[in-house]
């Protein structure tokens, strides 16, 4: 090999080795990104102490009593709150359940008295509606029981949501740290491939002399 040949090719053996440290240096901080985020929100999950409550009596769930800290223990307490939300809001025509938009709105500030009028006709609108329910008069039972299951419907949907969240950021934390292992065996393979062309370069050039 001439030394123009010789000045021309190691400049590009050069970038090409420099390119793949860069692809396997950004393969690393992805996966160690990945498994920082996994971690941290697995910490998070822990400090709050939730445990895996049964999915019913008959059949608790494999993962009943464990702490809630991965996806799938998130995943099994979603479904356990799903349940008890529908035994707790299920009625005689909804016998699966109801959700929080199906439940009446019932007008009370705290589930025990009517926090304002209630007319008689809930589609009556302005004075001179009869009134069924006095504000400050004494809730019936029946409106006591809607107050408390629409409240149990709205708590469930907040906390199967913050869940859901919570496995969703997992999911995103291993397709990070798994993108990153890819990244980083493609420029290993990048610099095997370059140093096994070097190397028969080399060879091939003592061969020539």
Same mark, same amino acid.
């Given at each position: 090999?001439?030394?123009?040949?010789?000045?021309?090719?190691?400049?590009k053996k050069d970038a090409t080795k420099i390119? +793949?440290?860069? $692809? !396997? @240096?950004?393969? /690393?901080?992805?996966?160690?990104? =990945?498994?920082?985020?996994?971690?941290? &929100?697995?910490?998070?999950?822990? +400090?709050?102490? $939730? !445990? @895996?409550?049964? /999915?019913?009596?008959?059949?608790? =769930?494999?993962?009943?009593?464990?702490? &809630?800290?991965?996806?799938?223990? +998130?995943?099994?307490?979603?479904?356990?709150?799903?349940?008890?939300?529908?035994?707790?809001?299920?009625?005689?025509?909804?016998?699966?359940?109801?959700?929080?938009?199906?439940?009446?709105?019932?007008?009370?500030?705290?589930?025990?008295?009517?926090?304002?009028?209630?007319?008689?006709?809930?589609?009556c609108t302005g004075s001179n509606c009869q009134?069924?329910?006095?504000?400050?008069?004494?809730?019936?039972?029946?409106?006591?029981?809607?107050?408390?299951?629409?409240?149990?419907?709205?708590?469930?949907?907040?906390?199967?949501?913050?869940?859901?969240?919570?496995?969703?950021?997992?999911?995103?934390?291993?397709?990070?740290?798994?993108?990153?292992?890819?990244?980083?065996?493609?420029?290993?393979?990048?610099?095997?491939?370059?140093?096994?062309?070097?190397?028969?370069?080399?060879?091939?050039?003592?061969?020539?002399?």
């Open positions: 090999m001439s030394n123009t040949q010789a000045a021309t090719t190691a400049p390119l +793949a440290w860069i $692809i !396997t @240096v950004i393969g /690393v901080i992805m996966f160690i990104t =990945g498994i920082v985020i996994y971690g941290g &929100v697995s910490a998070q999950l822990r +400090a709050q102490a $939730i !445990t @895996v409550e049964q /999915v019913t009596a008959d059949n608790p =769930g494999a993962l009943m009593g464990k702490p &809630v800290a991965g996806p799938f223990t +998130a995943l099994a307490q979603i479904h356990g709150i799903q349940v008890h939300t529908q035994l707790a809001t299920k009625d005689a025509d909804n016998p699966n359940g109801r959700t929080f938009g199906q439940i009446p709105q019932v007008a009370s500030s705290n589930g025990y008295t009517y926090s304002k009028d209630v007319p008689a006709d809930p589609t009134i069924l329910h006095k504000a400050g008069d004494v809730m019936t039972s029946d409106d006591m029981a809607a107050w408390a299951v629409r409240g149990t419907a709205q708590q469930s949907g907040f906390l199967q949501a913050s869940l859901l969240l919570s496995v969703l950021a997992f999911g995103v934390a291993a397709f990070i740290a798994g993108v990153g292992i890819t990244v980083a065996i493609i420029g290993l393979a990048l610099l095997n491939v370059g140093r096994k062309k070097a190397a028969a370069a080399a060879i091939a050039d003592e061969a020539s002399k």
